[in-house]
């Protein structure tokens, strides 16, 4: 079994012990605080999941950035910084140029890295730590982790998460040329992850819209050779225009973390009937190190 393949199938478990983490204390942003998340790659999208749900919570001032584009100018109680490796120059650069005033989060799976040394207060996520490249259970465990202290009930995800694994990949055809992925919300960051994970896996063609986005434009490039996978119940009323297209149409089985990791299961399975070497990406490192 691969390395990604071993991973993607202990998310549940690791949900859950983030979520015990979570429930135990952890210097994560009060009610109230403005906040800014700031990631690279999927570390972005999970930064964008949750400042998209602390806002609909109503729980305070939310942005999130690629570490990039961080506006270091602006003022915020608390920077959260997501880096699996804690070694990703951009992020690295961002936490640097914070205002001392600002407190400086750093959610990590490695203590051993300058992001760590850079925190004011440190969440260690090490036991989520991955040998594959593309990544898996150490974003959604840090999804779980911040979600559970925002109100998310992880246990039913978790239940979920575990059926779905145990019934295995959803048929895909082995021809799908388009891989769309929509939600709204949250559910929106999760779909842009989800296309990363399809582009990174296979090097498809993948894209990812907020729901309401996708009729002004994007549609027109839909095929029978087009997958649209919806990762939330919002919005069935594009179900009957993406139907006319010709494309196939999948409605989610579980919350938006569950269809990630159905997701991630239609990517192990197409990796394999096209004979690719999923821990092995094409041009693709651990970390960015500039």
Do not use: N
Request: glycine fraction near 6%; hydrophobic fraction near 45%; charged fraction near 25%.
């Amino acid at each position: 079994m691969s390395h990604f393949s071993e991973e993607l199938r202990s998310q549940p478990e690791f949900w859950r012990r983030a979520a015990r983490l979570a429930r135990d204390g952890t210097p994560l942003p009060a009610v109230g605080e403005r906040v800014a998340l700031i990631g690279c790659g999927t570390s972005l999208y999970v930064a964008q999941a949750v400042a998209r749900y602390r806002e609909a919570q109503g729980l305070g001032e939310t942005d999130a950035f690629p570490a990039s584009e961080f506006p270091a100018h602006r003022a915020y109680d608390t920077l959260v910084a997501v880096s699996r490796s804690g070694t990703t120059t951009e992020v690295v650069r961002a936490v640097a140029s914070v205002s001392p005033q600002t407190r400086v989060v750093v959610v990590t799976a490695t203590e051993d890295s300058p992001l760590a040394r850079a925190a004011s207060d440190l969440i260690l996520l090490s036991f989520a730590d991955e040998e594959s490249i593309v990544q898996t259970r150490f974003a959604t465990s840090t999804l779980a982790l911040i979600l559970t202290s925002l109100g998310w009930d992880i246990e039913t995800s978790a239940e979920q998460a575990v059926a779905q694994l145990a019934i295995g990949a959803p048929r895909v055809a082995e021809d799908t040329l388009q891989f769309v992925f929509l939600g709204r919300g949250m559910a929106a960051a999760i779909a842009s992850e989800a296309a990363l994970k399809m582009r990174e896996v296979l090097g498809a063609w993948t894209e990812a819209y907020p729901t309401m986005e996708f009729r002004h434009g994007p549609i027109s490039a839909l095929t029978e050779r087009s997958l649209v996978w919806v990762l939330d119940h919002e919005e069935p009323s594009i179900d009957e225009q993406i139907e006319r297209t010709g494309a196939r149409l999948f409605r989610p089985e579980g919350d938006p973390l569950v269809e990630l990791v159905r997701i991630h299961l239609v990517a192990e399975h197409l990796a394999s009937v096209r004979g690719i070497d999923v821990d092995r990406p094409r041009f693709l490192t651990r970390s960015v190190v500039l």
